[in-house]
């Protein structure tokens, strides 16, 4: 029996094939805002409180209301399509947290480099880091209030992005921008993947 999408009974559809997404960027860029404005599931986060420790270290320029920072994580999840469901990884965004970058790299289909152009340089380690490993991603310029605007080109220029990386704004708050920067992702991710098949002959 042929059922239309609306008429399947739940449960009874294809298995949805789940892909694994990162959202990286430096310190304070609005990944956990990020994940936990997409996902539809309560977001899983592993934060602590800023402490005096930090001081001299955490650079709060720009995001001086900011009590807490990701250590481990953070994990969401949001439905694409009935056959498509992606699980987002949001990584730690200092530098003491590197080494658990590995292993939440593992697997992930590509990533949203998240950028503050008052800061713009802090996310040149995500974007070393998923050149070097071949990840596709895209930048996703967060716009803060107050934050100088800069056009794309400008952006891309300033990071000195190959011509193919889409760079696009969003509002890291907003589920549905959030949700196009990921639409965009899968997409680019997809064309690459498409073109590496073909020039390796497939
Ligand atoms: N105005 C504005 N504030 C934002 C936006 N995105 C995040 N914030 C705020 O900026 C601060 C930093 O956000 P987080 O989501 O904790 O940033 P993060 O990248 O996860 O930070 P780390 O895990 O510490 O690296 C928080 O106080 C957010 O409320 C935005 O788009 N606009
Ligand atoms: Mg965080």
Redesign the pocket.
């Known amino acids: 029996m042929d059922y239309g999408r609306s008429e399947r009974p739940a449960g009874a559809g294809p298995l949805p094939t789940a892909i694994k997404i990162l959202i990286a ?1 430096g ?7 990020m994940v936990g404005a997409v996902s539809e599931t309560k977001p899983l986060r592993t934060e602590e409180v800023l402490t005096e420790t930090g001081i001299g270290i955490d650079d709060l320029s720009g ?1 001086e ?2 009590s ?3 250590v481990a994580m953070d994990f969401g999840r949001i439905t694409i399509s009935d056959d498509l469901v992606l699980y987002l990884f ?1 990584t ?3 530098d003491r947290f590197w080494f658990v970058w590995d292993e939440l790299a593992l697997g992930a289909l590509g990533a949203v480099v ?1 950028a503050d152009t008052r800061r713009l340089a802090d996310c040149f380690p995500s974007i070393d880091y998923f050149e070097g490993r071949g990840t596709p991603f895209v930048v996703a310029v ?4 107050g934050a100088k605007k800069f056009r794309l080109d400008e952006v891309q220029a300033a990071l000195d992005l190959d011509p193919g990386v889409p760079v696009v704004l969003c ?3 907003k589920r549905e921008s959030a949700k196009e920067v990921l639409i965009t992702l899968l997409e680019h991710a997809m064309k690459l993947r498409e073109a590496r098949r073909r020039a390796a002959g497939d």
Do not use: H, M, S, W
């Open positions: 960027g310190f304070g860029v609005g990944k956990t805002t995001v209301e900011k807490t920072t990701t949001g730690p965004g200092q998240l967060n716009c803060f209030e509002d890291a708050r």
